[in-house]
């Protein structure tokens, strides 16, 4: 077993190389050993311009914190979510197995750590072998396209991003949430 609430800190992909998987040994540990089942990496067509440049087939994403959380990019799905903390008890009751995975169809975050004892989420998105659900997520179908972004976590400065598709920029910003002069800085 992973031992990630008693004797493990959990597990990461290493946010600077993403062909690393981690494993981190807990204080009193037996010792960790990472496993990880690896994916052919490489570029794919955009599957809205197949004459444009080729994308990522995944992305990497990490947070680090006291409410640490990541989110994929449109088009993108999320495949795996790990979390680590090197405090005993901080990924307990969190949704976080006894491996240091996070379940793909849950968001990737932990909350409830702190500044000093923070913790961490790495997550691992792709595009569909369905492109059509890209297609639907991203690809614009006018000259204006609306992005709204997840809502930002409850702690001061925490951000909410909405990215426009390859091809597109920003033409208006606006906090959706109003509250700018209570409650947004």
């Not at 794919?44 to 409410?67: Q, T, Y």
């Not at 691992?124 to 072998?129: A, L, M, Q």
């Amino acid at each position: 077993t992973g031992l990630v609430h008693t004797r493990s800190d959990g597990a990461f992909v290493d946010p600077s190389n993403g062909r690393v998987c981690v494993a981190v040994n807990g204080g009193g540990g037996p010792g960790a050993i990472a496993r990880a089942v690896c994916s052919r990496s490489g570029k794919v067509a955009d599957p809205c311009n197949s004459e444009g440049p080729l994308l990522p087939k995944f992305v990497n994403l990490h947070s680090r914190g006291p409410s640490p959380s990541v989110s994929c990019p449109p088009g993108y799905q999320q495949i795996l979510c790990n979390a680590r903390s090197p405090w005993l008890g901080y990924l307990t009751n969190k949704g976080v197995d006894n491996k240091g995975v996070i379940p793909s169809e849950n968001v990737c975050a932990v909350s409830r750590c702190t500044e000093k004892n923070w913790c961490e989420v790495t997550a691992v998105c792709r595009i569909p072998e369905d492109s059509e659900q890209y297609k639907v997520a991203v690809c614009p179908t006018s000259d204006l396209v609306e992005v709204v972004g997840l809502k930002s976590g409850p702690w001061d400065d925490a951000q909410s991003r909405a990215s426009c598709p390859t091809g597109y920029v920003v033409s208006h910003c606006e906090v959706q949430t109003g509250l700018v002069h209570t409650r947004s800085d």
